[in-house]
């Protein structure tokens, strides 16, 4: 994606030009708006009505339809919706989060952009939220399928629970990955979901929903992915052997696997198993949008804002953080892990 030119000047390159462009409050609106309603057209977020006006004092709109809370701002219907936080506090945050090569921690982006810890750890973890692969598009061509665990420290998890994560190590979380490999025309890209397990039905379960019937899956050994071959072409390269015949490997995954622990490593003294997928979707944003410039990331971040909060609070029928659980006993309820992760009950 290009960054577009706007009448006002250019649109920021690093994030210094962005700070300083959308400290403007009306600069910052409109990226909003254009992010928001990309037809131009300033919809009502309660009755779709665009029979709206513009309270240019407050710069927010009004609804001349009769209905309770008529008056919206540019951030309801959004990640960003009941917070209090400057529309130009955000932007700063979401350029910092998207172009961030190894990920930022909530002290980091704490001092950075002057906002309390506690206020950037919900700041955080709302961008991981419009950072989400929306992308339903299943993957084709030649797919590498690996899983691999990370460890978390297991503290404040009760023992069942923390035995309940994964068949490996306790306290460490099973992530599945799928790698598609480039084409002419595109670069690879991935796909991470924290499984339950790694056992046949859970990772079958995962390459069956995301890569399309009759594509090439590529797989070490691990029985699970016996029996693929009844819908893919799969290729099985046994480890204890070596590590790749030609194209027969799974060395993308394998790649993508340190990369992602020496950020993990890098960035976080420790990354609570509850906070982890949200930290899996934010590098597999990074990763899949690795050929675009900041501009470009900053763009495909923000615009990940659009509907986002108002599934949460349907989900979870609370507003405040967007109903995003703040304790490790609330994550682990086992609705919020089925709705959210897929997770199932065994
Ligand atoms: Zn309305």
Redesign the pocket.
């Known amino acids: 994606m290009k960054a577009k030119k706007k009448e006002t000047g250019a649109f920021p390159e690093t994030l210094h030009d962005a700070i300083k462009c959308f400290a403007d409050e009306d600069r910052a609106l409109d990226f909003m708006k254009s992010i928001r309603w990309p037809d131009g057209v300033v919809k009502?977020p309660?009755?779709?009505?665009e029979n709206v006006s513009f309270l240019s004092t407050r710069r927010i709109w009004k609804?001349k339809?009769a209905?309770e809370k008529?008056q919206f701002s540019v951030k309801v219907g959004t990640v960003l919706e009941d917070s209090p936080i400057r529309l130009d506090i955000w932007l700063s945050a979401f350029w910092l989060i998207a172009n961030a090569k190894n990920g930022i921690s909530s002290y980091e982006l704490h001092r950075s952009i002057g906002v309390t810890q506690k206020t950037a750890w919900f700041m955080l973890h709302r961008i991981r939220l419009a950072m989400q692969n929306g992308s339903v598009e299943q993957f084709s061509g030649r797919v590498e399928a690996d899983e691999t665990f990370i460890g978390g420290k297991a503290r404040n998890m009760h023992a069942d629970k923390r035995g309940r994560v994964g068949t490996g190590a306790v306290g460490k979380v099973a992530v599945m990955g799928l790698l598609e490999r480039n084409s002419p025309d595109k670069h690879s890209r991935v796909k991470l979901r924290v499984v339950r397990n790694v056992r046949r039905p859970q990772l079958q379960k995962e390459i069956k929903k995301q890569v399309i019937a009759g594509a090439e899956v590529f797989t070490d050994s691990l029985r699970s992915y016996s029996g693929l071959e009844k819908e893919y072409v799969h290729n099985v390269i046994d480890h204890a052997e070596c590590y790749a015949k030609g194209h027969v490997h799974t060395n993308g995954l394998e790649n993508f696997w340190s990369l992602l622990k020496r950020g993990i490593k890098g960035t976080y003294v420790s990354i609570e198993p509850f906070h982890l997928f949200r930290y899996l979707d934010e590098q597999a944003f990074r990763f899949n949008e690795r050929k675009d410039n900041d501009a470009g990331r900053f763009i495909k971040a923000a615009r990940g804002i659009i509907g986002k909060g108002l599934r949460y609070v349907k989900l979870t029928g609370k507003t405040g953080d967007g109903g995003l659980p703040q304790t490790a006993k609330a994550w682990w309820t086992e609705t919020w892990l089925l709705n959210h992760l897929g997770f199932e009950t065994d």
Not at 46 to 49: I, N
């Open positions: 009502c309660r009755c779709g009505s609804c339809a209905h008529q």
